[in-house]
């Protein structure tokens, strides 16, 4: 158990659709980054926060947001879903720049 | 920008063989450099880190060695097993445009260790 938490481990959807993906950090943890991983793209970077607050953006579609609550937990909102945007999901969290925890991931299926 | 650069896998060896995976880096200032391994079916666990130039990361027979002059942090290990076969990601850290660091990887290499 790496200590960071994402839920739900699959998730299978029909295009068009709108699906939230969940990740709890690791205890003490400030910094949450979410990744995409698809064969074709690699591991891109999608967004970073910040004790509740957006720092970057990476190759992250319009039709996705993120936030981060309070609790320092993160969300991923992915909506009107294509059939692209299958993929795992990743998030990681970080107290510094020398490391960074992943979770397990989130498989997406659209169908 | 940041990038990384690995070899394209495969790579097949037999079990025992040397393993090397050639990782090159651009970045602006000073980053840290990270390899991380994804077995079939999981996410990435963390395989070693170093932090700055002439660092050795090393961890379960694996090391690599930041290297600032050729901008490169290669895999190796002396002799792999057929439970070393995986995705192996060479990575970056380095302070973006933000203020706040990110997370750069490269495509992957394959490691396929038949017995």
């Known amino acids: 158990d790496s200590g960071v938490t994402q839920t739900p481990k699959h998730l299978i959807t029909a295009t068009g659709q709108r699906v939230t993906l969940r990740c709890s950090p690791r205890s003490g943890d400030l910094s949450v980054y979410w990744y995409q991983q698809s064969l074709d793209q690699g591991l891109q970077f999608l967004i970073h926060y910040y004790n509740g607050e957006e720092r970057a953006k990476g190759n992250i579609l319009e039709r996705f947001s993120a936030q981060q609550f309070p609790d320092l937990h993160s969300e991923l909102n992915l909506s009107s879903l294509e059939l692209g945007d299958s993929a795992l999901y990743f998030c990681?969290?970080?107290?510094?720049?020398?490391?960074?925890?992943f979770g397990s991931g989130t498989r997406l299926t659209v169908v | 920008g940041n990038s990384v650069t690995q070899m394209e896998g495969p790579v097949t060896l037999s079990e025992e063989a040397f393993l090397t995976i050639n990782c090159t880096y651009t970045?602006?200032?000073?980053?840290?450099l990270f390899w991380y391994v994804q077995y079939p079916g999981e996410g990435l666990q963390l395989l070693l880190k170093a932090t700055k130039a002439d660092d050795k990361g090393s961890n379960k027979g694996f090391e690599a060695t930041y290297r600032k002059e050729t901008t490169s942090f290669h895999l190796e290990k002396g002799s792999v097993q057929v439970s070393d076969s995986a995705v192996y990601f060479c990575a970056l850290s380095a302070w973006g445009n933000s203020g706040y660091s990110t997370l750069t990887f490269g495509k992957g290499t394959m490691l396929l260790v038949s017995p």
């Open positions: 990681a969290s970080s107290a510094t720049i020398y490391g960074y925890t």
């Open positions: 970045a602006t200032g000073y980053p840290s």
